[in-house]
């Protein structure tokens, strides 16, 4: 298996623009997590699907965030209009029922708001 | 307000330097502390989870252990290949089953 698979892996776009991170968790896998990782603030959960359906989203930032996952080998993260502090790796992660130990995490997108 | 704390923030060792990195953490109810090693430029890789107070777990050069306030990341006679940071989380219970709180991890680099 290929892994999870994020893309962009680099994205840097100016305040105000909107952005767009891809996903495509491991097949089989049900569970997605979409994580945030910044010096300051260390990693993060933003959002957890299970089976495509958000099931705990209180850490998404505010309205500016949000996040789908249309079908159960697609999720996207979308930024509209980003800010300077969102800048960040974002990961996702997909596991196999929620569970933490079956958790395999993306090699990221690193994104820089000027 | 449920929190981590790792220390050292960084540590530097000689190979064959055995050491400990801590993993305080404070939280309403455990359900499980989870360690996990992350190298420059990629996502976390999961080590281990451990559940009550006493357990603990090995693998190859590391070992994890569990105390009601802390866990600790026994670390013996490291290799260079084992500098990467290390991050601890907890889950809580009644939160979700995703939601973990992480620790802002401790960066290991061993010298040969």
Known sequence: DAG????PRHEVTEMGQEVTLRCKPIS???????????????????????????????G???????????????????IQPSEPRDSAVYFC?????????????????RLTVL | EDQVTQSPEALRLQEGESSSLNCSYTVSGLRGLFWYRQDPGKGPEFLFTLYSAGEEKEKERLKATLTKKESFLHITAPKPEDSATYLCAVQAVGGSQGNLIFGKGTKLSVKP
């Open chain 1, 93 to 109: 992660a997909s596991s196999f029922g929620g569970y933490v130990d079956t958790q395999y995490f993306g090699p990221g997108t």
């Open chain 1, 4 to 7: 999870v698979i994020q893309s």
């Open chain 1, 60 to 78: 998404m930032p505010e309205d500016r965030f949000s996040a789908k996952m249309p079908n159960a080998s697609f999720s996207t993260l979308k």
């Open chain 1, 28 to 58: 089989g896998h049900n569970s997605l997590f979409w994580y945030r990782q910044t010096m300051m603030r260390g990693l993060e959960l933003l959002i957890y699907f299970n089976n495509n359906v958000p099931i705990d989203d209180s």
